[in-house]
């Protein structure tokens, strides 16, 4: 999976430059390099949201991708061992 090359606080600088209205949505998606699709996603959500705010996000779906492998990695652990001990 492709990483994010803008971070939060870029995304919120294009997402203030197109609600200035002084350029179109195409037209600060394109000087941007980004399709409107990712345009209005970004909108749905980090609308209203300060840079810390921003970052924060982040940080929270950085630490809950963490604690789901760590999740499916004990999951497969005990089925291991499940299946060991209904060998015996």
Same mark, same amino acid.
């Given at each position: 999976?492709?990483? =994010?090359?803008?971070?939060?606080? $870029?995304?919120?600088?294009?997402?203030?430059?197109?609600? &200035?209205?002084? $350029? &179109?949505?195409?037209? #600060?998606? /394109?000087?941007?390099?980004? *399709?409107? *699709? *990712?345009? +209005? !996603?970004? !909108? %749905? %959500? +980090?609308?209203?949201?300060? #840079?810390?705010?921003?970052? /924060?996000?982040?940080?929270?779906?950085?630490? =809950?991708? !963490?604690?789901? /492998?760590?999740?499916?990695?004990?999951?497969?652990?005990?089925?291991?061992? $499940?299946? +060991?001990?209904?060998? %015996?």
């Amino acid at each position: 999976m492709k990483q =994010n090359q803008f971070s939060p606080e $870029q995304i919120l600088a294009i997402l203030h430059q197109a609600e &200035t209205g002084e $350029q &179109t949505i195409q037209a #600060v998606c /394109r000087q941007h390099g980004l *399709t409107e *699709t *990712t345009f +209005y !996603r970004w !909108r %749905k %959500k +980090y609308a209203g949201m300060s #840079v810390p705010e921003a970052q /924060r996000l982040k940080e929270l779906e950085k630490e =809950n991708a !963490r604690l789901k /492998r760590l999740l499916a990695e004990r999951d497969l652990a005990l089925d291991a061992l $499940q299946e +060991y001990l209904a060998k %015996k």
